[in-house]
């Protein structure tokens, strides 16, 4: 049987075990009542694991042998036990929560339940998850919201917390958000902290393992980025068709959608049929002279309600913008800058009922225009959105300073 082919069973406590055995061994696992322990393992030696180790060992010649047990205790003094069949040469420890050397107690144990007296043995570990996830965590401040980031290579089962440390009312706060993940990546956005970006905030990033060996990370003082909705009292779109760096204006209004509505700071639950409708080939563009030059942070775009009647309408369904880029003017280069590109509107997961769909539909789709790092794009003045999918938008606003 090859070392690294192995069986391994975990076991909850240091006096819980589950044997099974096959048929051509029966007389090996038969009952018995005996209480002469057996001899004690000889180790042999042992390969580092990502937080862990595989022990390699020989066990006593007597019949009546069924394996090995390794016990660990971690350094928050929890003790976790690990088996591996006589038929096996290596038994898998884990649980060691930093590279190094650990102490690992084996036992030899027989099918009436005794053990051989303990042999201590140390042996190396390989980086475990935490010192994986703790170099990668990153939290930073953005509009309205937190970022949190890590990736966790071994995909092992973590949980990372983001805790946020500020005063409200003159009262001193504490909130603490906790995510469960074992997925290669993650990007999360923590929302509805009650700070403005004149609120300093002090935030730091924990993760714990399955073994409850655990690292942080303290990023200090910190603010929310602060912007603004953009007036659009002095918003125009480019003549229908008008080439502009080599991107086409829409072809105007069609059907029963007027272009100009996209920006009219109205969106189709507040007005029927308050929405642009296009027969044009996707990609097909929405370009804006926002009348001054600004920073731009964020987009919300608004989809079309009225569909069929029913209460859900068209959102998050139908021929509604389901994917685009956003370009600003570079006015140095006579050319379009992409700022944010293949930006999807996602279906929320969490709707369940018609009602769902209209609560999201109506607050609109927003976007951060740099999602992995907040903040503001060059100065500019024009806008083109450039639609990827669909054929329906209700309105287009702006963040920024």
């Given at each position: 049987?090859?070392?690294?082919?192995?069986?391994?069973?975990?076991?909850?406590?240091?006096?819980?075990?589950?044997?099974?055995?096959?048929?051509?061994?029966?007389?090996?696992?038969?009952?018995?009542?005996?209480?002469?322990?057996?001899?004690?393992?000889?180790?042999?030696?042992?390969e580092p694991l990502n937080g862990g180790a595989r022990i390699y060992y020989s066990l006593p010649t007597d019949d009546d042998v069924l394996g090995i047990e390794a016990s660990y205790t971690t350094?928050?003094?929890?003790?976790?036990s690990f088996l591996a069949y006589y038929t096996q040469d290596a038994v898998d420890v884990y649980g060691f929560g930093t590279v190094g050397k650990h102490p690992v107690s084996l036992r030899t144990?027989?099918?009436?339940?005794?053990?051989?007296?303990?042999?201590?043995?140390?042996?190396?570990?390989?980086?475990?998850?935490?010192?994986?996830?703790?170099?990668?965590?990153?939290?930073?401040?953005?509009?309205?919201?937190?970022?949190?980031?890590?990736?966790?290579?071994?995909?092992?089962?973590?949980?990372?917390?983001?805790?946020?440390?500020?005063?409200?009312?003159?009262?001193?706060?504490?909130?603490?958000?906790?995510?469960?993940?074992?997925?290669?990546?993650?990007?999360?956005?923590?929302?509805?902290?009650?700070?403005?970006?004149?609120?300093?905030?002090?935030?730091?990033?924990?993760?714990?393992?399955?073994?409850?060996?655990?690292?942080?990370?303290?990023?200090?003082?910190?603010?929310?980025?602060?912007?603004?909705?953009?007036?659009?009292?002095?918003?125009?779109?480019?003549?229908?068709?008008?080439?502009?760096?080599?991107?086409?204006?829409?072809?105007?209004?069609?059907?029963?959608?007027?272009?100009?509505?996209?920006?009219?700071d109205k969106n189709d639950s507040e007005g029927l049929k308050n929405c642009y409708v296009t027969r044009a080939s996707v990609p097909w563009n929405i370009i804006i002279d926002l009348g001054a030059?600004?920073?731009?942070?964020?987009?919300?775009?608004?989809?079309?309600?009225?569909?069929?009647?029913?209460?859900?309408?068209?959102?998050?369904?139908?021929?509604?913008?389901?994917?685009?880029?956003?370009?600003?003017?570079?006015?140095?280069?006579?050319?379009?800058?992409?700022?944010?590109?293949?930006?999807?509107?996602?279906?929320?997961?969490?709707?369940?009922?018609?009602?769902?769909?209209?609560?999201?539909?109506?607050?609109?789709?927003?976007?951060?225009?740099?999602?992995?790092?907040?903040?503001?794009?060059?100065?500019?003045?024009?806008?083109?959105?450039?639609?990827?999918?669909?054929?329906?938008?209700?309105?287009?606003?702006?963040?920024?300073?």
């Open positions: 049987m090859g070392r690294r082919n192995l069986k391994q069973t975990l076991l909850l406590s240091a006096t819980s075990i589950v044997l099974l055995g096959g048929c051509a061994e029966g007389e090996r696992f038969k009952q018995e009542t005996d209480a002469i322990p057996p001899e004690k393992p000889i180790f042999l030696w042992s350094e928050a003094g929890k003790v976790y144990i027989d099918r009436a339940g005794n053990k051989s007296e303990t042999i201590v043995q140390t042996v190396d570990g390989d980086s475990s998850v935490i010192d994986y996830v703790k170099e990668t965590m990153a939290l930073r401040p953005s509009f309205e919201a937190f970022f949190v980031q890590w990736k966790n290579i071994l995909q092992k089962q973590t949980h990372v917390s983001a805790n946020f440390s500020y005063t409200e009312n003159g009262s001193a706060c504490e909130r603490s958000v906790v995510f469960t993940s074992r997925t290669p990546e993650e990007n999360q956005v923590i929302k509805g902290l009650p700070v403005t970006p004149e609120t300093p905030v002090k935030a730091s990033m924990q993760v714990e393992d399955v073994y409850g060996n655990s690292a942080s990370m303290d990023f200090g003082t910190i603010n929310l980025l602060s912007d603004r909705i953009l007036p659009k009292e002095n918003w125009k779109l480019l003549p229908a068709d008008t080439i502009m760096g080599g991107y086409r204006q829409a072809n105007g209004s069609q059907d029963d959608g007027q272009m100009y509505e996209v920006i009219d030059e600004y920073e731009l942070s964020r987009i919300v775009m608004h989809q079309r309600y009225t569909y069929d009647g029913s209460v859900r309408g068209a959102y998050y369904r139908a021929d509604n913008v389901r994917s685009f880029n956003l370009y600003i003017w570079n006015e140095k280069t006579a050319a379009w800058l992409p700022v944010l590109t293949g930006a999807k509107v996602e279906t929320p997961s969490i709707a369940r009922m018609d009602e769902d769909y209209v609560k999201w539909g109506n607050a609109g789709d927003m976007f951060y225009i740099y999602p992995n790092n907040p903040g503001y794009t060059p100065r500019t003045r024009y806008v083109c959105y450039m639609a990827l999918s669909g054929k329906y938008i209700s309105e287009i606003t702006l963040y920024g300073k």
